[in-house]
């Protein structure tokens, strides 16, 4: 899926949320996606050279590519090990611990339709 998206969660607990999610490219059967989360609370999240998600090459729904995205920018300590944190920055740290983190979450694991407040753009 060679198309890059952003997402804007508004109003979600007094903060817009937007996450950007760009296509890298295609190699040994999967898609690569870079993604980026910015907060107006926790400022720019993630966008390192690391934060890549990959998925099969099935070629996904946008709202799926999302969903998967989002879910890897908000897993919180306990998730999974401890060390996957090791690179995090202070304030990527901070938002891990946050209740927007944690909504966020909800949000990629249940849908995008929770309520009405999701818009796509393409980049």
Known sequence: ????????YEPLINTQVKLIVKYVETKDGRDYYKFQLET??????FGKDNDIVDM????????YVL????FFATLRL????KEFFDSY??????????FLCEALQIKSV???QLRN???YYLV
């Open 40 to 45: 107006s609370q926790y400022g720019i999240l």
């Open 89 to 98: 920055t202070q304030a990527e740290l901070e938002f891990a611990k946050s």
């Open 67 to 70: 969903s998967q995205c989002l």
């Open 117 to 119: 407040d999701t818009h």
């Open 1 to 8: 899926m060679s198309a890059n998206y952003t997402q804007v």
């Open 78 to 81: 306990g998730d999974t090990d």
């Open 110 to 112: 249940y849908g995008f």
């Open 56 to 63: 099969p090459l099935f070629r996904y729904s946008r709202s």
